[in-house]
């Protein structure tokens, strides 16, 4: 049973992994970063919000964050108002 899990755990993290590359590839190819980084404070501020609603477990919480942190693109030294990282 635990070879399962791990074999699941390690399927999932590859999934994601993969998952996390190519959308990073296509958000930084983005003909208007300043549009799409407005766009992605935006949306991820809203979906912390709901899932902090939900009452979702503090886990849950985390690896939302810690995802979208990984996903989304922030340019060095842009300005604050357009970092969509959470």
């Known amino acids: 049973m635990n070879g399962n899990i791990a074999q699941l755990q ?6 994601q992994a993969a998952m996390q590359a190519v959308l990073r590839a296509l958000l930084t190819t983005h003909p208007d970063i300043d549009v799409l ?3 992605l404070k935006f ?26 942190n990984h996903l989304v693109p922030f340019p060095d030294g842009g300005p604050d108002s357009l970092d969509p990282r959470l």
């Open 10 to 15: 390690a399927g999932t993290f590859g999934s």
């Open 37 to 39: 980084l407005r766009a």
């Open 43 to 68: 949306e991820g501020e809203e979906a912390l919000s709901l899932l902090l609603g939900m009452h979702v477990p503090d886990a849950s919480l985390d690896a939302f964050r810690d995802t979208w």
